[in-house]
């Protein structure tokens, strides 16, 4: 039996509770290069946690799954952080979870705007990376280091993404 969630529409508000968005403002943060670039300073803080760790960046390419979008595993990182960021114009799909008790919860399903990343902080439950349409690379930002960084769980249904906001 599959159950279903709707996909919203990605703000910061409703994210909040799993991480922070990573997109340009309305106006930067202040300019740097002898004014030559403006800067959108601090959009995302990552969470490194542990003796020895240490930020990474990386490139993903991701693959987009069959549509509808079923999400059966969900995973966290318990010592860090994770932010993907595209490195294309194209939506993704984003679904994190609320932890219930050590196990995730309903999940929550957003669509991204293009050009918009978002950073998961450490612990938080969430689908692997869900492009749409068409493959696209990914900038990835996270912890590299000593320690178990990844917990994954498989619900006993799945769930199934929906465009209709009633889910």
Known sequence: ?????????????????????????????????????DRHHALA???LLGEGARGIIS???GR???????IGLVERH??????????????????????EGGRPGTPVAFLTAPRQ???YRAGVWHAPLRP???AGDFLIVDRDGPGENLEEYTYDSPWIVT?????
Not at 64 to 70: A, C, G, K, N
Not at 87 to 92: E, Q
Request: hydrophobic residues 40%; proline residues 16%; contains cysteine.
């Open 64 to 70: 987009p799954y069959p549509e509808p979008l079923e």
């Open 59 to 61: 490139i993903g390419h």
């Open 45 to 47: 803080v990552m969470d």
């Open 1 to 37: 039996m599959s159950r279903t969630i709707p996909l919203l529409p990605l703000t910061e508000e409703a994210f909040a509770p799993f991480g922070e968005i990573i997109a340009k403002r309305a106006e930067p943060s202040f300019p740097i290069n002898g004014g030559m670039c």
């Open 117 to 119: 990343g978002v950073n």
């Open 132 to 134: 749409l349409g068409a």
């Open 163 to 167: 465009t209709d906001p009633a889910g």
């Open 78 to 99: 318990p010592l860090g952080s994770q932010a993907w960021i595209p490195l294309h114009d194209r939506p993704f799909a984003v679904v994190a979870a609320p932890d």
